[in-house]
């Protein structure tokens, strides 16, 4: 699977976004996918995750009741929309494939897309 993250942007504190991941390969709808991100200075960090058939979401709980992440597949893709955002959501967001739960943790196995920008400004 390759993917391309769009759909970034900047917003003031309260606004609204919407990521969008595409991926490319037939094994999409079997994947386990997600988004992280990462702000200035900052390790990594898991945002969500949606099981293949999307009946199954997970999220951070900095994020949790704020965003929701969903999964079309017969688009291929997989969104994250960002509510109420405020100025810590400010990150280079990365959607992810094929990802393994370890306790409280995740891990990605399959690729990662390039990365789209997320500014919101107070």
């Known amino acids: 699977v390759q993917l391309q993250a769009c759909g970034g942007g900047s917003v003031q504190t309260g606004g609204s976004l919407r990521a969008s991941c595409l991926a490319s390969g037939r094994t999409f709808s079997r994947s386990f996918m997600g988004w992280f991100r990462q702000a200035p200075g900052k390790e990594r960090e898991f945002v969500a995750a949606?099981?293949?058939?999307?009946?199954?979401?997970y999220y951070a709980d900095s994020v949790k009741g704020r965003f929701a992440i969903a999964r079309d597949n017969d688009k291929n893709t997989v969104y994250l929309q960002m509510n109420n955002l405020k100025p810590e959501d400010t990150a280079v967001y990365y959607c992810?494939?094929?990802?393994?739960?370890?306790?409280?943790?995740?891990?990605?196995?399959?690729?990662w897309g390039q990365g789209t920008q997320v500014t919101v400004s107070s």
């Open positions: 992810a494939a094929d990802l393994l739960r370890y306790g409280s943790s995740w891990r990605v196995q399959g690729a």
């Open positions: 949606i099981s293949g058939g999307g009946g199954s979401t």
